[in-house]
């Protein structure tokens, strides 16, 4: 692969920084061409806000309290949507077309061109090259040294809200919380948070003093503008699972349908009021403050696959721990789990985030599996179709975005 065609390719996959990308991202393409230039000749190839942060976050922690549990995991944030077998399309990253020696040579020089890489599951993984969530006059980060996610995170992101303020000019922030530190991984009080695909984030209010974590009710909740806001994660964005209290998703499904929306769909996507095998929106104690957004990041997950062992051969990063998912029966402790995965109670607590020993029936907790070598590479992932509403007769031609594919960080 030429040096031009490496640019372009992993510029318009959102693999680098490219001119009108947000700020975090942004790289210099001339820093890029000179490290590609070098690769390619090596390999004989071609010539080349305005609220208080520390207040917002001690909001945070105030408001949380009653929503985290006893173990100090955030409530059902964990949740996973079963995959329908055989839907949706392979992901794929530029990193496949390169030589094992031509991502070595960009990690030595410059890592950061390989682009992020969302490594392992959400409750158990990783981010590699992390784009932090950058300031807008539309959101307010309320922790921004925990606002790192993939380009396509961010993205996704920056688009369903630009869709609101398409349809409602001059509408007001929201708040974005935790997405992942910026090397992913454990972040209290969550489960999830760990790959850079999880994202916390505000209803839109009727309410001048609207706060972070503040509850959305039938009385304070804005319909329009909250469900134009997940209409449009659900049709132009790849999003894996939104959690919403049933509360809330009654209010949103009412409104939906009073607004015309396809009873078909509107049943197909939300859990409230349906018998669909696998509803995107899904209701999880603890969302009535906040909605809990996941998506696909088929670039950044299948870029993992593509350079994982070789990110463990350099030291770049860690082997990925491996972990049993197990359900707890009534009567069992973390000593007899100990006992039966050849593990220490310790370790299950630090895998969990667990401040006792103590345990819940019928809840999933992470068992390490006892090392034993490095650990098996991130799986390729599959994003399913995105699910879109029939066109409505007030349409006068397709949405933009309704043919479904990977999100490409434009």
């Known amino acids: 692969m030429g040096r031009s065609s490496l640019v372009s390719v992993l510029c318009a996959l959102g693999i680098v920084g490219c001119a009108g990308r947000a700020p975090e991202a942004a790289r210099s393409k001339d820093s890029l061409q000179r490290v590609v230039a070098a690769v390619s000749a090596e390999h004989g190839e071609g010539a080349p806000g305005t609220a208080d942060h520390a207040e917002l976050a001690a ?3 105030h408001d949380h309290d009653d929503e985290v549990e006893e173990d100090g995991g955030e409530v059902d944030d964990d949740v996973e949507l079963p995959v329908e077998p055989g839907a949706g399309a392979p992901a794929r990253s530029p990193l496949a077309a390169m030589t094992d020696a031509q991502i070595e040579e960009l990690l030595a020089r410059d890592p950061a061109a390989l682009g992020p890489m969302s490594l392992g599951a959400t409750n158990a993984g990783a981010l590699f090259n992390g784009i932090r ?4 006059d539309r959101w307010e980060l309320v922790d921004p040294g925990h606002a790192w996610g993939t380009r396509e995170t961010v993205d996704a992101l920056d688009r369903a809200i630009a869709e609101v303020h398409r349809q409602f000019p001059g509408s007001p922030k929201l708040y974005i919380g935790h997405i992942s530190a910026r ?5 209290s009080p969550h489960k999830s948070h760990q790959a850079g695909r999880d994202v916390d984030i505000s209803y839109f209010l009727a309410d001048a003093r609207h706060r972070w974590y503040q509850r959305a009710t039938a009385a304070n909740l804005d319909r329009e503008r909250t469900w134009a806001f997940v209409r449009a994660l659900i049709t132009e964005t790849d999003v894996e699972l939104i959690l919403i209290d049933t509360s809330v998703q009654k209010l949103l499904k009412e409104h939906a349908l009073k607004i015309g929306e396809d009873k078909d769909w509107i049943d197909d996507v939300f859990q409230y009021g349906s018998r669909s095998r696998r509803p995107l929106i899904r209701h999880a104690r603890g969302h009535a403050n906040h909605i809990h957004i996941r998506f696909y990041s088929p670039i950044a997950q299948e870029s ?6 070789l990110l463990v051969k350099r030291g770049a990063i860690k082997p990925r721990a491996q972990y049993v998912r197990h359900v707890a029966k009534k009567g069992q402790t973390l ?10 109670v310790e370790a299950i607590k630090r895998a969990n985030g667990l401040r006792s020993t103590a345990i819940q029936a019928k809840r999933a907790y992470n068992i390490p599996r006892p090392s034993g070598g490095p650990a ?10 995105r699910r879109l509403p029939p066109p409505r007769a007030a349409d006068a031609s397709p949405a933009p975005h ?3 594919g990977p999100a490409l960080g434009g």
Do not use: F, I, N
């Not at 969530?133 to 807008?136: A, G, L, N, Q, Y």
């Not at 000593?335 to 220490?344: D, H």
């Not at 590479?377 to 399913?384: I, R, Y």
């Open 335 to 344: 000593g007899s789990l100990a006992r039966q995965y050849g593990t220490t």
């Open 376 to 385: 098996a590479p991130p799986k390729h992932v599959t994003v399913p179709p």
């Open 402 to 404: 309704a043919a479904h």
């Open 183 to 187: 090397e992913g991984g454990r972040l």
């Open 133 to 136: 969530m950058p300031e807008s």
């Open 59 to 61: 909001a945070h922690d």
């Open 304 to 309: 993992a696959v593509r350079a994982y062992a």
